[in-house]
DNA sequence: GCAAGCCATCGACGAATGTCGAAACAAAGG
DNA sequence: CCTTTGTTTCGACATTCGTCGATGGCTTGC
């Protein structure tokens, strides 16, 4: 046992967090654009989802292990998945310590999340 | 049968478009204020929808008729299906003029959303 | 080694979703 | 009127999704 390796931990889901997309206000979406921002909102597009990811954002240090979490009215397997979720869409992170697994969020997806929703300036 | 109440007539698509929430990052969401914000992000999380809200949030004075925007791989029937969906999350609203319908963004959704999103500046 | 706790995966189920063609509805023009 | 054109609604279908209980894999502590 000795597993010593320390972090080949980077996720390889971690390519969907990547700039992706214009302002939706800027020019149609096409095709490729949409699917890729498409994913992301849609991890969003869950109200348990939401709220674990809300739960690890607004956590002490933006990560949080799954035992502080798990509070949201569904069972222990069913806040696994929806994990699984936002870590295959890119928003979380995960990375075991010892007995507890901890969450963390991705902060550049918040930005350019933010950025897709912004209204384009007036154009001249 | 007295009912002289003065406003029936606010549609009931229009309340997912108030101010919802804080910052996901500022605190655990609620229950509640997760199924609202979840609802605004589902909308978005299919990629016809997006491609369909794109154009018109991008098309010339933020409004555009259906027939402009029709051309997004899938059959018209399935076209006017997401516009609805999109409508009933309060993220456009419609309107006939003579022959064709319009659509145009609910910009204080935009707005909101894009808070949802904004990173909790530095406590103290 | 063994039991206990934390978390992920599996298999199954009903519900919701995206899609289409056909049909209905609405406005405009002959 | 009747036809044409633009848009919505309807009914049906396959697929995806959210959920659970049961099970399995790790890590720690006895």
């Keep these: 046992m000795s597993n010593t390796k320390v972090l080949p931990l980077i996720e390889p889901e971690s390519d969907a967090v990547a700039p992706c997309c214009p302002p939706l206000t800027e020019r149609p979406f096409t095709a490729e654009e949409a699917e890729t921002a498409a994913r992301m909102f849609k991890a969003l597009g869950d109200p348990v989802r939401l709220r674990l990811f809300s739960a690890v954002a607004s956590h002490e ?32 992170t995960s990375e075991r310590r010892g007995t507890w697994v901890y969450y963390r969020v991705e902060p550049s997806v918040l930005a350019a999340m933010g950025k897709l929703l912004t209204m384009a300036p007036p154009s001249t």
């Design 61 to 92: 240090d933006g990560e949080a292990c799954v035992c502080d979490i798990s509070d949201v009215g569904v069972s222990q397997p069913t806040v696994s998945h929806h994990l699984k979720k936002l870590r295959e869409a890119g928003l979380l």
